[in-house]
């Protein structure tokens, strides 16, 4: 089988090629022009077929889809930085927005099976009474990442009625793990450890909120979870992908600091803290779970060890 994926040399997208390979699938991926893939990847994409596509240029999507032809398409480029999007919010609308629009209207003409990776962050403050969240939960974007998200799955809401095209919607809560890029919490703080480690730092952490609790899952896990809901999922449907279980960022930075090789002080960074930030988002994955039979199964611990080791060899 022949599967696309948007923005293959990324975080999740790099994983998900590996195992899309695993499955025995000819794998074809977008990579945007001028951000050349990590040397780490090099095996993977030796086995990967690269498209050099700007998803946001008309015609870009269309010409990418007729050359590969793919059976699934599995939609992951994109801007997905929560922190940095208040900074950005023109550049996330944009990018976020018409990627999807344009690969749509391509998939109109060559219509396949899609995966629209989605998030959490759609859900916006939710009481922790109502948590965890299910699909049904109304969306209330608060940050700019969040309403690019909501308003790609308005897209594909669209595109699924309207136009009848097979669109199955993932909701992703938190995922980490190795290759994960700065800007995420964990990858944050592994990176510093990593460079306190490697004597490059002095042996201090600095951190933002930390009384945030969220649902993380591991990357590899995360991808199995798009893979199968693309599988065995219903087209027009939405479904979460969460651990349903909840941990304080400062359960994770003293996870990092059992790791780490040398005692290190953290320091709160004023500049690290967001003008919303959710209190919590836990997630309930019960849909995809009775539709997939999908479940997580790598611990939290073994994530972080693993991104910290990653962390490690890229200082
Ligand atoms: N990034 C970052 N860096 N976050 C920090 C830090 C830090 O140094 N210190 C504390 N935090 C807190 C944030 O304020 C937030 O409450 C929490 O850690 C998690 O932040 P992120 O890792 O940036 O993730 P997120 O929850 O905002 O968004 C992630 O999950 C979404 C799905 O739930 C991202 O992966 C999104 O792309 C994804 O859609």
């Known amino acids: 089988m022949r599967v696309l994926i948007t923005g293959v040399t990324g975080f999740a997208g790099s994983h998900l090629a590996e195992l899309a390979l695993v499955e025995g699938a000819e794998v074809h991926g977008t990579v945007l022009p001028g951000s ?110 969040a309403l690019s998200k909501a308003c790609q799955e308005l897209y594909a809401t669209y595109y699924a009625l309207a136009e009848r095209l097979p669109i199955v919607t993932v909701r992703a809560f938190n995922h980490i793990g190795p290759r994960q890029g700065p800007g995420f919490v964990s990858a944050d703080i592994a990176r510093q450890v990593a460079a306190v480690e490697a004597g490059q730092a002095p042996p201090v952490l600095a951190v933002g909120n930390t009384a945030a609790r969220r649902d993380f899952t591991d990357v590899r ?74 479940a997580p199964a790598i611990p939290l611990r073994t994530s972080l060890a693993d991104t910290l080791a990653d962390w490690c060899r890229r200082v």
């Not at 941990?247 to 690290?272: G, K, Q, Y």
């Open 36 to 145: 050349p893939p990590s040397a780490d990847l090099a095996p993977l994409l030796a086995r990967t077929r690269l498209h050099p596509c700007d998803l946001t240029e008309p015609g870009a999507a269309a010409r990418v889809l007729g050359e590969v032809r793919p059976e699934r398409v599995f939609h992951l480029a994109g801007l997905s930085v929560v922190g940095s999007s208040w900074a950005n919010r023109a550049e996330v609308l944009r990018v976020n927005l018409e990627a999807a629009f344009h690969l749509l209207e391509a998939l109109r003409e060559l219509p396949a099976p899609c995966l629209l990776v989605s998030s959490a962050e759609v859900y916006g403050l939710v009481d922790e009474a109502a948590q965890p969240i299910p699909e049904t939960a109304p969306l209330r974007p608060v940050s700019p990442y």
């Open 221 to 294: 896990d995360m991808v199995r979870a798009y893979w199968l809901a693309l599988e065995k999922g219903l087209p027009g449907e939405v479904y979460n992908a969460a651990s349903g279980t909840a941990v304080t960022i400062r359960e994770v930075v003293e996870i990092f600091l059992s790791l780490a090789r040398v005692p290190i002080e953290v320091r709160e960074d004023p500049a690290r803290f967001r003008p919303v930030d959710l209190p919590l988002l836990l997630g309930d994955a019960g849909k995809l779970r009775a539709a997939t039979g999908w």
